[in-house]
Nanobody
Framework: QMRLAESGGGLVQAGGSLRLSCTAS????????RAWFRQTPGNEREFVAV????????YYSDSVKGRFTITRDVAKDTAYLQMNNLKAEDTALYYC?????????????????WGQGTQVTVSP
């Protein structure tokens, strides 16, 4: 059974940076993409960024484009989310998700595996 472990969250001032990591362990099949979503209380899980495992192509939500960068290290089976120029509205619980097949990359329901989440809090 595949497991995803996120790390790197924390408290940072607006304008600061954080780097999240998502490492897979356990047996799993093919890897098509790994993504980051975020969620705040009372709201649905929101797509942030996704990286295509085979070629590293990345896609972002409009709210983070130009500030966040998603990358992957295939050898370490790890995806990263570098977050720069953080804003108070970036405060959320950030989840890593993994999918084996192509499809609607921004749809949380299409991801087969999820981590437990890591909290990011940005103070104004």
């Amino acid at each position: 059974q595949m497991r995803l472990a996120e790390s790197g969250g924390g408290l940072v001032q607006a304008g600061g940076s954080l780097r999240l990591s998502c490492t897979a362990s356990g047996r799993h099949g093919s890897s098509y993409a790994r993504a980051w979503f975020r969620q705040t209380p009372g709201n649905e899980r929101e797509f942030v960024a996704v990286v295509i495992w085979s070629n590293g192509n990345a896609y972002y939500s409009d709210s983070v484009k130009g500030r966040f960068t998603i990358t992957r290290d295939v050898a370490k089976d790890t995806a990263y989310l570098q977050m720069n120029n953080l804003k108070a509205e970036d405060t959320a619980l950030y989840y890593c998700a993994h999918r084996a097949y192509a499809g609607q990359l921004i749809a949380p329901s299409e991801y087969e595996h999820w981590g437990q989440g890591t909290q990011v809090t940005v103070s104004p």
